[in-house]
Each structure stands twice: as structure tokens, then as C-alpha cells.
């Protein structure tokens, strides 16, 4: 993997690109906010400013309240990957992200997205 593309890249940038690809399959930017959220522990405020500031994924991670100790429950494939055997912290919590709202796309339910 190419980890310093993706480590530099703004949050702006991808934010965007995962609220176009649920609204495509019905879903709504607020449940991409819940999920980030869930994971992050970004509120509505924070997680708009640091769109707003422009921070790149190590600064959005680095900065983020309080990553959910369920996070490592996420399991699967995302971009030819298994998320649960990807060795760098940040790059497995990127395709955490990643994979939560693939799983929205894919209109699972809110309660298994979140490991409920």
C-alpha cells in the first residue's frame, strides 16, 4: 500500500466521495456522520471543522476524540484488503472508515454497522 498518499490526503477531499457513494444506495450523509462518529467520536461541530481546516487523514486521526474500543470488530475486505490484518495502525484505521460506509452502501443495518 501506498501509505503516504493516503496519509497526506485532505479528509475534504474523501468526506465527499463517501456521502455521494451511500446517497447513490438511499443511505443519507447524516449515518455517514453517525458512523465516522462512532468511530472517531467526532461530534457534529468537531468533525465539521476539521473538514473546514482541511486535515489530512494523519492529523484527522491523530486529533479524533477517541477511536471506539469496537473498532477492531470490523472485519472484511476493503480495496483487496482484509481490514483486520493491515499492519499500520493508521492505514487500518483509515480502512475501518473505509469499510463502515462501504457497509452502509450496502444497506446493512445501522445496529451491525456499528457493532451493536
Do not use: H
Not at 463517501?18 to 465516522?36: A, P, W
Not at 486535515?55 to 472485519?75: C, G, R, S
Not at 487500518?92 to 445496529?111: H, N, P
Amino acid at each position: 500500500m501506498q501509505n503516504s498518499k493516503f496519509f497526506g490526503m485532505a479528509f475534504a477531499r474523501v468526506y465527499p466521495l463517501y456521502i455521494q457513494k451511500v446517497e447513490k444506495k438511499g443511505r443519507t450523509k447524516e449515518e455517514v456522520d453517525e458512523v465516522i462518529s462512532w468511530l472517531t467520536g467526532y461530534d457534529e461541530s468537531t468533525l465539521k471543522q476539521q473538514i473546514e481546516n482541511q486535515v489530512d487523514f494523519t492529523t484527522f486521526f491523530a486529533q479524533a476524540p477517541e477511536m471506539n474500543a469496537n473498532a477492531p470488530l470490523i472485519k472484511g475486505m476493503i480495496c483487496g484488503y482484509r481490514v483486520e490484518e493491515i499492519e499500520d495502525p493508521l492505514m487500518q484505521q483509515i480502512r475501518w472508515m473505509d469499510k463502515l460506509v462501504d457497509e452502509l452502501a450496502k444497506g446493512k443495518a445501522m445496529e451491525k454497522i456499528l457493532r451493536k
